[in-house]
Every structure is written in C-alpha cells, then in structure tokens.
C-alpha cells in the first residue's frame, strides 16, 4: 500500500488546503435552513486518478448533500438507459445565459434548454423507469452508488426541506407537464428529483464518481461499466459549456475542465482520461459557486496547465522495439549451422513490441513504423503482451494496414491476445479474425515457428543414416581412434516423448549429447504448468551446468519426442583423459568453443534488447 | 520515405472525398464577385500530425482565399505580441448568439464578444505593430507564413473586391473607434484587415496552420514556436466555444473539436495534442460553414471518436522498466567474489528506465511506483534515455519527490540528460541541480559507479602483497607443483595506463589472465571516440574468445592504469597438456565453469530485460 502521507500530491494537496481556508468570503445557501447550517470553514479536497487512487486532506470524509452535482450523472443515467435520441427529445444541449433556476424554455423546441440547469435536470427525473415510485428512487440511489462505488443514501432532512420549499421547482415542473416534457404527476418527479439532490456525499466519494467519468465510463475501483464512452462525451461536453452556471465562459477559458457545482459548495472537475478533483466548502459566491472551490480549482489548472487545451504535445510511442531474427533469436537452442542460417537470413523475420495505448494519432504513427518494415520482411509478428488498449479508430486503420500487408505475402503473428485486458483482447480476436493472423500465447512461441519455417525453407535436411559421434560438435577434432575410445565410454540412452530426462533440484554428475530427437527445458511457474523456456536437439548438450559449477539442476529437461543422448559423467572425462589426454582437452575446448558462442549470442540478445 | 498512397489514411481520405464528392447542397458566397467565382464541386481534405507529416487527397493543393480561418491565428499573434490582459482590453471570449457580422457589442465593457466575430477580428488588427503601414502588413504575412511553414501572399483581387465592398465591416470599425476600442485610422485597419482575409492557402497549409496549434504552438516542420503554450491554449478555447459560427453549440455536442470555418468553404479543426484537418470546399449552408466540410468533420470524428470528451482512459506508463543491480550489472566484467557480492546486494542499487511524456497524471503514477522503491534502495538511477518531455506540472512534483528521496538519504543519478531533447533536457538540468543529483552520460556508467561504491563498502579490500598465481579462478584447483610448471611456462606482462593490448581486427592467438589493474573494452561508434562496452579486472581473462573460435579480436583492449597480465597461447596450452594432462584439463574446466557462469548472467540480464 502506498503511503499517501509521504506522496508531493498529498503534501501539495495540504498546501493549497492551508492556502485558501483562510478565504472567508461568500455565504452560505441559506434557502433552505438545512443548508445554511453548513459550518462555513468546512473545506475538503480530493484527488482521484483513473486507477482509482484517492489523495485527499481536510474536510474530505464529511458528508454533505450532492445538489446539483448530481446533474450530470443523472442525465448520464438516461442516456444509458434511453439512448441520447431519446433524451434529447425532452431536454436540448444548448448553453444558456438564463440563471440556473430559470423558467424559461427553448422557445423552438420547448423543451429546457440544457440538463444542467433545474428545469432540465427535472425533465431527465421524469425519465426515471420501475414500475413504482420506490423502484425509481432505489433505482436513482443505485446509479449514483455505482458512481461513487459505495452505497448513497439520502438526507431526509435536506430532502423534506427542499420539498417543502420548492416552489419554484414546482411552477418548472407543472410548465413541462402543460408543454408535454414530463408525463408523470409533477409532485412525483419532483419527489425523485429533491431526493436525488439529497443525496449524501463526501468530497471523496465525489472524485471517485468523477475518476468514473475520467475514466472513460468505469468506476475505477469497482470495475463497474456506468456509462458507455459515447455518454460520458456528452456529459463532459456539457459540463464544459453549461456546468458552472453563469460562470461557464469565463471558467472555460480561464480554467478549462468540465465542470459540476452545486449549492452545499461542492465543485467536482474532470480532466478527462487522467483525473478528477473535488472539493467542498459551503460558501457561496454570488453565481452560486463555492468561492474556495472556484479559487481552488483555478490554482490547480493553473499550477499544472491542467486546462483541457494546455496539452503536452505527445502521441504515445507504441512501438516499444522492432526485432529481427538475425540478432534476437528464439530460446530454443541451435546447433552452429543453423545459427549460421539464422544469422544470415533471420533479418526476414521482425519482432515487434507493442505498448500502452493505440488511439488515432499513436496508431497513425505506428503504421508510418510499420508499413516499411512490413515491405522487407516474410514474418511479422506483434508482441501485444504491453498492449493495454485499441480504440475503435486505431481497430479500423491496423484492420486496414494488416489486410494490405498480409495480401503482400507477408505471414504475420500476434502473440499474448490472452493476457490483454478484456475490450483490447477482444479487438486483436476480431483483427486477428477478419486478417487470418496466426495467434501464440507467447511471442517467443511465434518466434521459434516462424525460425522453423524460414529454417526449412533454407536448410538441408538433417541425415540421420550418415549419424555418427564425429558429427556431434562436441567430438569435433577428435580422429577415428580417439572417436573409438570415446564410444567405448559413452553409451546411448534413449527416451520416449514426455520422459523426463533431468529434474530440477537433483544433483547432477552426467551432462548429455542429444544424437536424435529434441528435448524442452522447463522451469516451473507460479501455475500448474511449467514454462517452456528452451529447446535443444541433435548435436546439442544439456545438463553441463550442475556438472561444471557443481550443484544441482535448475530445470526439468523432458523428452519432445523419442531422444537418443550420450550421457558423460566426470568419471567418464578422467578415464577418456587417462587414455589420451587430447581427447579431453579437445572436448573441453569444444565445449568453451559452444560456450564462447552462447555468450556472444546471449550479448547480442542483451544488446538487441536495450 | 514514406508512401503515403500505400497508407491505409491515404486510403480513407480518398474514400471519404468519394463520399461527399456527389453532396451538392449550398451555395457559393457571393457576396463579393470574386469568392462566387469558385468552382463548387472544388474539394480538398488534408491531415497533418504533429510531427508535420501530411495526408492529403482531392484539391488539396489549390489555394483560395483564408477568409475568417485566419482569425484564431492573427488572435494568436496578438497574444503574443501584446499579452492576454492587454487583448483582454480590446476584445472579449465570450460567446455570442450574434451573426459573425454582428455590430452589437458587449454592453458592459463596449468591446466586441469575441476574436472569432468580425468586430473582434478587426479589433485584433487594430493591435498590429510596426512603424508604418507596410511594415504591419509585411509583419501580419510573416506570422501567417510562420504557421503555414511557407510564404504565403496576398490575393489582390479578392482583397480589392472585400475592400470595395465591406461597408458593413466599416460600419464596425467606426463603432469600435468611437467606443475607444480601436485607436487607429478606420480606413488603415481595415485594409490590414482585408489583407489577411485575402491571404492565398491551400487545404495543405491550413492542415499545417492546424498542426502547429496541436503540437502546441511549435510549426511541426519549421521547428519554428509560434504560440506559447498558453496563448495556444486561448486561441483553442475560442475555437471552441465560437469557431463555427452559430452552429458552435451543436458542434460542440457532435464534432466536439476547435474548430474555425471561413466564406471561402474552409473548415478547420485541430485535435490538441495530435493532429488537424483542414477541408476545403467553396458551397456553404445557410450558417456560413462549408456542407461538405462540416459533413466531412462529423463524419471523421464520428468515425474516430476524436471529439475531445471521447477520451480513451490513458496515463502513459512512464516506467518502461526497474532493475536491481542483483538482476542486473553494469557491463564490467566481475571475478565470481564481485559477482557473489553484487548478486546478494545489488538490490540495494535501482536501475529505472523512463519513457514518454511527463505531465500531472503520468508523473502522478511514476511517483506513486517509484516512491516505495526509494524507500528500498541506496541508489537510485533514472534513465532518462527514451523520456522526451516533461511539463511543468511533472517537473514540480518530480522536483518534490527527488527532494524527499534524498532528505532520506538515497543517492540519485540521472543518466543521459545530454542526449534528451532541449526543453526535457533543460527540465532535467533543473531538477539535478536543485536535487544534487550526479549525472551520467549513460545509464551503465551511473550503475558501474554505484556497484563499485556498494563494493568499496562490502568487500575486503584486494591484498596484491598475497598474490599468487592460485588467487587466479583459471588456475584454481591446481597443486603446488603443476603451478611452478604454468609460471614456467607463462610470463608477466607489464601495462601502463592507455596501452592497447588487443587491437580489434588483429588475428589473436594468445589470451591474458589479469594479474593486477583493469582493462576497458572498446568497441567503434560512428564518432571519433569508441564506446566502451565492458571493464576487467584482477583474475578475469579476457581474448580467449578469438583464440577458441579463431578469427579476429572484436574489440580493442586498453589498459586503464598499469596493468599486469599472464599471456597463454595455444602452444602454451599444449606444453602444458603435454607436461600435465590435468593442468590442462583443470585449466579448460575453469574456463568452461567461468563461462557457465557468464551464460547464467547474461540469461539473468536477459530476463530481466524482457
């Protein structure tokens, strides 16, 4: 857990708290009496983040009533239900320079002109569904307790208050019944209305429902879908130009985010994709905005060029890295000649490393990357195992690059759909799909198939029938006595698929020559099945380590298929040593011949990697 | 280069133009004879990144007269030159229900509403600065040229015909000079006004015009900074709010991008931060907006989901990597006693690579990882090698958390400032000198240093009065007597500082066990100085790979100080197998555990890499 105290957001966060507590200008709302008992030195701030990490100081656990910063997740709630079509027939988008309470209607239309101010924010009461009164309310209790991730509840006390006095609510809502914008009894929706308005709240829980907008429609803690993108667009849109009353414009250009306040003197902005901010401090100025909250909210944006067009310049790198098989090779182990093959022609095969977020403007860029290597290659694979989101525009063009570049011949693979996040996994299924692209789990999977067949494709076969010991490398130098005395040493040993020839954490005295067959190295995972991390065959050894530096083995090396191996102990290298000391010598320097290779290719993949 | 026609945004722009090529709605301006002479099936669609490069399709490259999408940009210029509270005076941001030809201005402070209206452009020219006339007009051209990235001129024809014609501009003027709000000749103002108006662009420039606001006031082709940060910021809230005429309301809900639209038939609108598009096609609607630029930009944003609220929720991960010097060493080459020391307490040394951009919610997240971290280690480097930007909101809690970290007595480095570009590099400068942070060219210069200060502090010291031949790792396991036949055999050779012992290149048939002081390995760059890539030191060995494998030496070898070291041959090697099997063998076996080893550390670095 992250200590917050410690954190330069908290510490900031106190100072701009001890900055403006001492503002003590505007008053309290005092229209209804529940309010106007607010403690005016209440000041709290939040901060939370689209992963939902909250920071917050001061008065920021103390309940208050939402008003009207309920607006737009109530008119959220509509859209999601209704669709904005519907919505949009009871109540307009457009801003207005009429007061908050104002009664007047979109003279065209007829209809209020915005959901932010109180005829329209009625108007989308009346479109609560359920069967009875108490359905709507619970239901209007359950969004709101989506947003913020922990069940509301309602002030009674604020809620009768408010009923009991809101007269000119009333005067709105009958307007709306006798222009056909509402259809249920006025008294009712007025009812779902002041308890919704009632609502009680914290400044954190009021970031936490903003860090849902942030966020692109999803409560970051409970990884509750609220709101489908589309909405959040048109709720954020109408925070920015109607959210903060009369003050809208001038907020816009000089603050620039999105923007809800209400009359308990909560002010709740969105800096959307990355944060929200709330902060509650009940006076009032003569807009109705909490002067501590304006003035806070001013500095923050201006303190971090937080407004919506003070943007950092910066499209996403996507491409992490582009590898070519010439210099980073799979784990399986090759034998010198196919290294050499690999060497030569493995520039024909490209790994590429795909990270973060694919959007327009990164995908644009990533293609303008990726349409010339794709132009050089035969294998294209797209390690998306960094990959955390395809929007539906970056779908449409990599859909679009793919189709061009596989009709071109070009084989391509995409590795790790699995492990992505689930709307991003299911955007590669559906480009993988439509594009025919060969799906691995692992990029090192993709890798080792396309080697195997850019191998086939260039190599000579193998001939087992001319097989002797003098083919294996480590006997290389060796003359046909020499070769005698080794085979009289050494013997064959011979597996069938699925035997395990090694098990890690065994002591190890013997290392093996594969003659035949492959084996994989295993290492095991936190899961029930082990991780293939190798490949070794014919001509290849095994199980040196634990013989050279002592100790025991660190894999399980388990038969692919039926395996012929020589296996040598110590015991055996002293006897071959006593009856020539050549032979010895020549299969140690053989051996730090393979090793000095194996370094110089580990160091290409070292380099190839950073 | 890159082949535009191959891309699939290339392929989209065209389908786009096939589209709405046959949308034949509106009708051409004709207000002053020359605009009605425009070809009304004439239509253009260019985008730009903001890395300046353009896609383009139809009549992108014809020009027309700029008209009113040369407002936000001469507002710009004036924020530049003069100061926002200094335009502030002269001209409003608020919005207007007005037609842009309006005479009505704002009755509290008797200056028009807004830049984006014609009373407020002209307003704006009346702030244009130069001793005469000619020098205004020549000042105004070049600030256009500066944004398009060419010299634009003026169309005289078009100019003449607005300047015959716009009595009702006139009007405005004489209005504004007797309100105070300009304070020049009408008739002066009027024709720079008239001028700007008939400056020649084609779809292509307005699409770069675009661009250098997304890239945040930098001519993404020029390198040229046009804006401030903050002025770009202003001039995209306008465009916001009062870019598109009357329709700005529903643009906003719809489009949802700054945009700016003009009588000729332009349309232009700017996603900050990624890219712009710029349409040109001459039949407007009723409004004034081009039909089918506006259908056009829906469609694009609706295709993309670019309006500006329809956010993918993503805070770059700026953390591409942390290693621990246990995991992962610096490139110097250490005998196993080194490698034991690092490998239990190198996780007191943090390695951090840093990617991407720095703002408030990226560098929220990358304190919010980093911190614990700190709270871990005794060092602590950031790469900084892939980090390209860093705002001042990033820097300001940067420079908070490098302040505690150190307070708690972490040692911090920060590689690779130089090679960042200027205003991160000029950022990190900052934060290393108010920090004390050491800096490092590279970021395995900063680990070698730190592993030798964690080694300084935990090792015993090296005793070279106790050095014997026995101390080396290649001879362990040899006996007194088969040791007197090596140093036979075998002579010291004696280095100073700067003396090249192996050349790359040279045939090699000898490799050196370092008895006392340290070699680097050197390997060419490009430059004249050669990286070093590796440092050895007393008991390691070093150009055995040469002599096992044949061939060249891949590097050079120079000594850093003075140097002692054994020189073995593969003759002396045979002498020696010859005299004493088992020294023989003893020796290769060393050597093959030695690269054993080696192969487990660079496959520790490699999956740590990964």
């Known amino acids: 857990m992250h200590d917050d105290t410690r954190s330069p957001f908290h510490a900031y966060l106190k100072e701009l708290h001890g900055r403006f507590r001492g503002l003590d200008a505007g008053a309290v709302a005092d229209y209804i009496p529940e309010l106007a008992k607010a403690a005016p030195e209440s000041f709290g701030i939040a901060f939370a983040t689209i992963d939902g990490h909250v920071y917050s100081t001061g008065d920021s656990t103390t309940a208050f009533s939402i008003q009207s910063v309920s607006k737009p997740f109530a008119y959220g709630g509509a859209l999601e239900r209704l669709g904005a079509s519907e919505v949009l027939r009871k109540v307009g988008v457009e801003p207005t320079g009429e007061a908050f309470n104002s009664i007047v209607l979109d003279q065209q239309n007829n209809r209020p002109f915005n959901p932010m101010v109180n005829a329209g924010a009625i108007a989308v009461s009346a479109l609560a569904e359920g069967d009875t009164h108490e359905d709507r309310i619970e239901g209007m209790r359950a969004l709101f307790s989506g947003f913020a991730g922990r069940s509301l509840d309602i002030d009674e006390a604020v809620f009768r208050s408010e009923a009991e006095t809101g007269h000119r609510n009333r005067a709105i809502a009958y307007l ?72 809208a414009g001038e907020w816009s250009y000089d603050v620039g985010l999105p923007a809800k306040s209400g009359v308990s003197g909560a002010v709740l902005a969105v800096l959307p994709g990355q944060l929200s901010i709330a902060i509650w401090s009940p006076p009032l100025d003569a807009i109705g905005n909490s002067v501590r909250g304006v003035a806070t909210c001013r500095q923050i944006s201006q303190d971090f060029g937080l407004h919506l067009f003070m943007n950092a310049a910066s499209v996403e790198e996507v491409v992490r890295r582009i590898a070519h098989a010439d210099r980073q090779s799979s784990l399986r182990i090759r034998n010198p000649r196919e290294r050499d093959l690999l060497a030569s022609h493995g520039g024909r095969i490209a790994l590429v490393e795909l990270q973060g977020a694919l959007y327009f403007a990164s995908a644009e860029r990533m293609i303008r990357q990726l349409q010339p290597l794709a132009a050089e290659v035969d294998y294209l694979i797209l390690d998306t195992r960094r990959l955390n989101s395809l929007d539906p525009a970056a779908e449409a063009f990599v859909d679009r690059f793919l189709a061009g570049t596989r009709d071109e011949g070009v084989e391509i693979a995409v590795a790790e759909i699995a492990s992505r996040p689930a709307d991003a996994a299911a955007a590669l299924d559906r480009l993988a799909d439509r594009n025919g692209l060969r799906r691995f789990d692992t990029a090192d999977a993709a890798l080792e198939t396309y080697e195997e067949m850019l191998l086939e494709k260039i190599r000579e076969p193998f001939d087992f029938s001319r097989f002797s010991l003098s083919t294996i490398e480590l006997f290389k130098g060796l003359d046909d006595a020499q070769l005698k005395h080794v085979e009289a040493v050494i013997q064959p040993m011979q597996f069938e ?42 001509g290849q050894f095994f199980g040196e380590m634990a013989v050279l530096e002592g100790g025991a083995r660190s894999a399980d090396i388990v038969a692919d298929e039926r395996t012929i191996c020589y296996g040598l102990t110590a015991d055996h290298l002293e006897t071959l040593g006593h009856q020539d000391p050549r032979i010895l010598s020549t299969i140690l320097t053989n051996m730090a011949r393979e090793f000095a ?14």
């Open 176 to 247: 709306m019944l006798n222009t056909g914008m509402i259809d249920r009894p006025p008294e009712e929706v007025l009812d779902l209305y002041f308890r919704q308005c009632a609502l009680r709240v914290t400044a954190e829980d009021l970031a936490l429902m903003g860090a849902t907008l942030a966020n692109n429609g999803v409560n970051p803690r409970s990884g509750q879908r609220m709101l489908a993108p589309e909405h959040v667009r048109d709720v954020l849109t109408l925070m920015m130009s109607c959210g903060m009353y009369d003050y």
């Open 597 to 610: 290779g194996r370094i110089r290719r580990g160091n290409d993949i070292i380099s190839a990697l950073q």
């Open 497 to 538: 698929a699925g035997d395990r020839i090694l098990r890690r954490g065994a002591e190890g005295h013997m290392f093996f020559v594969i003659a035949r067959g492959t084996v994989s190295v295993l290492v095991p995972t936190g899961s029930e099945t082990a991780m293939r991390i190798g490949c070794i065959g014919p």
